[in-house]
């Protein structure tokens, strides 16, 4: 339309309408754009109880007779004393009009969670850990692959492979791992998500005594754990990564040459 409000002066709007391809019914109806009107009320029904008549409702749905009893209750209790002031409907549009319709039930209110704040700015302040599955030689096999990853250098300080998961392997590794690396009270926070061994009594326990903070994932939120993750999938799309370990001490060998590169050799972003 600016092309043909440029050539209007000079040609005309017939012929601009006709040389840009607009009709000439549009040209002008964009010169008078038709102005905004708010839109109409909505015309009351010619049966629609009246105000006084509303407050009648609400004050029967707020005697004690009623006040415990739900519309429909009340409207059944009504019809059976011959009274009939209103629809199950409109009770409940004059109970919604005061804001007196919400869930009666004691339900189940889960706390706000807040997002973890994983911040480190030198090493042995903030461990991350978690677990992996590693497939072992036969179908339904697996091996289980302990972790724990310093997130400032990304460096592995403790890893550990068994044939199961527990809280006493997990609380075991902790331990070695924290004696290794001379870690002092009040000085690390160690983040895990909510599996069974992360949330363990065992854990808790061991941390609380050695002054570790812990810290866990949201409930149901995958993306809590990020480095861990990484270094997981880091792991896995290696291109030796086997598709099934043969033994134990296949999969030791492969994690011990893994570490090594992924502790001295890999460029971490």
């Not at 919400?102 to 189940?108: G, K, M, V």
């Not at 870690?183 to 998500?193: A, E, F, K, M, R």
């Not at 854990?203 to 570790?212: H, N």
């Amino acid at each position: 339309m600016k092309a043909v409000e440029e050539l209007t002066p000079s040609v005309g709007t017939s012929v601009a309408c006709d040389a840009i391809g607009v009709p000439r019914a549009t040209a002008y109806r964009h010169r008078q754009p038709k102005a905004a009107t708010a839109p109409k009320p909505r015309p009351a029904p010619p049966r629609a109880l009246s105000g006084d008549e509303r407050n009648r409702v609400l004050d029967v749905l707020h005697g004690e007779a009623f006040a415990d009893k739900a519309p429909a209750e009340t409207y059944a209790k009504l019809l059976d004393q011959g009274t009939y002031l209103c629809s199950i409907r409109t009770m409940y549009r004059i109970l919604e009009a005061n804001k007196e319709v919400r869930e009666r039930r004691n339900q189940l209110r889960h706390p706000a969670y807040a997002k973890p704040q994983l911040v480190a700015t030198a090493p042995n302040q903030v461990w991350t850990w978690d677990i992996t599955k590693l497939l072992g030689p036969a179908k339904w096999t697996y091996y289980y692959l302990y972790v724990i990853l310093d997130i400032y250098s990304r460096y592995v300080v403790g890893w550990m492979l068994a044939s199961r998961e527990s809280q006493h392997l997990a609380e075991r590794l902790i331990r070695e791992t924290l004696i290794k690396e001379g870690i002092g009270p009040d000085q690390l926070t160690i983040h895990s998500d909510r599996g069974a061994a992360m949330r363990s009594q065992a854990v808790a326990q061991l941390l609380a005594t050695l002054g570790v903070t812990k810290s866990h994932s949201r409930p149901h939120v995958s993306d809590d754990n990020p480095f861990s993750e990484s270094q997981f999938k880091t792991l896995k799309y290696r291109p030796d990564f086997p598709d099934r370990f043969a033994s134990h001490d296949h999969g030791l060998d492969f994690c011990r040459r893994f570490f090594r590169w992924h502790n001295e050799e890999h460029c971490h972003s």
